[in-house]
């Protein structure tokens, strides 16, 4: 059974970091894509940044400039690094996981102050 586990969320002050990470049960290259999506309170589930099997990367024009994602084979691990954050940006992240099936993680809360 594949499982995702994200973490890294918390608090910080608007203009901070966080980095996200996304552990894999399994072999990140299994997937055809995987990426961090995030829901707002009282919003849709929304893309952040996504990486499929070939590199190619899809970054939401909200927070292009801002966050990146990256890969770590030999743990299975996608990150996201988020730099420059903004109250705007407080969400619950989640990682997904596309291949024979669409896999998600529990989600981690990331909080932004004003």
């Known amino acids: 059974q594949v499982q995702l586990v994200e973490s890294g969320g918390g608090l910080v002050q608007a203009g901070g970091s966080l980095r996200l990470s996304c552990a894999a049960s399994v072999s990140i290259w299994t997937f055809n894509d995987m990426g961090w999506y995030r829901q707002a309170p009282g919003k849709q589930h929304e893309l952040v940044v996504q990486?499929?099997?070939?590199?190619?990367?899809t970054t939401a024009d909200s927070v292009k400039g801002r966050f990146t994602i990256s890969r770590d084979n030999g743990k299975n691990t996608v990150d996201l690094q988020m730099n420059g954050l903004k109250p705007e940006d407080t969400a619950v992240y989640y990682c997904?996981?596309?291949?024979?099936?669409?896999?998600w993680g529990q989600g981690t809360q990331v909080t932004v102050s004003s």
């Open positions: 997904r996981a596309r291949g024979r099936m669409d896999y």
């Open positions: 990486v499929t099997y070939g590199g190619t990367i």
